[in-house]
């Protein structure tokens, strides 16, 4: 069974860091990229980071371009997101996302994410 | 590109035919999937590519569109099916999600 759980999540000041971490069970982490979701309460979802199977290439949202970087340790089976720079507004449960890949022949492109964490909350303030 | 789900409130009963809009602010071809958010839950995936119904996913659930315009239709709710919807594009960076929209028991 595919599992992934994330941890790391808490309380943080503002300008503050926090890295949260996701481990994955049940299939081969090496073999697929992976996302990171957040949802700030009572509000939708928002995708911030994605990272290959190989760590690269790497892409984030613009709000957290330049404060947050995706990471992982395919040894490890486990996915990284190292939060810098906390401000009120980054205060979310963050969510680990599997990318459902598809092969057309030619190249690999992302359909879906097809496997979800239960989240881990990060709430910034003062 | 922006997503824009229609209606952001529905309300139904059990048994009701249902459907959801989600319109792009510019063609992602059929690069787009629907989510199902119950409270307190991760999302959970329910078609992909547009029209594709993911593994596991009950038949009532059904998508189609392609370009800018898509829909998520429910053919008969169940009572398990009143939750929050989301469709997600994955043509570009970033992969921007639709606002969402909240489906209620009348």
């Known amino acids: 069974e595919v599992q992934l759980v994330e941890s790391g999540g808490g309380l943080v000041q503002p300008g503050g860091s926090l890295r949260l971490s996701c481990a994955g069970s049940?299939?081969?982490?090496?073999?697929?990229?992976m996302n990171w979701v957040r949802q700030a309460p009572g509000k939708g979802l928002e995708w911030i980071s994605y990272?290959?199977?190989?760590?690269?290439?790497?892409y984030y949202a613009d709000s957290v371009k330049g404060r947050f970087t995706i990471s992982r340790d395919n040894a490890k089976n486990s996915l990284y997101l190292q939060m810098n720079s906390l401000r009120a507004e980054d205060t979310a449960v963050y969510y680990c996302?599997?990318?459902?890949?598809?092969?057309?022949?030619?190249?690999?492109?992302?359909?879906?994410?097809?496997?979800w964490g239960p989240g881990t909350l990060v709430t910034v303030s003062s | 590109i922006q997503l824009t789900q229609s209606p952001s409130f529905l309300s139904a009963s059990v048994g009701d035919r249902v459907t959801i809009t989600c319109r792009a602010s510019?063609?992602?071809?059929?690069?787009l999937a629907w989510y199902q958010q119950k409270a307190g839950k991760a999302p959970k995936l329910l078609i992909y590519?547009?029209?594709t119904l993911q593994s596991g996913v009950p038949s009532r659930f059904s998508g189609s569109g392609s370009g800018t315009e898509f829909t998520l239709t429910i053919s008969t709710l169940q009572p398990e099916d009143f939750a929050t919807y989301y469709c997600?594009?994955?043509?570009?960076?970033?992969?921007?999600f639709g606002q969402g929209t909240r489906l209620e028991i009348k």
């Open positions: 590519a547009a029209s």
């Open positions: 049940g299939f081969t982490f090496s073999h697929y990229s």
């Open positions: 997600q594009q994955f043509n570009s960076y970033p992969r921007t």
């Open positions: 996302a599997r990318a459902f890949d598809l092969w057309n022949g030619y190249y690999i492109y992302t359909v879906a994410h097809d496997y």
């Open positions: 990272i290959t199977n190989t760590s690269s290439p790497k």
């Open positions: 510019q063609g992602i071809s059929s690069y």
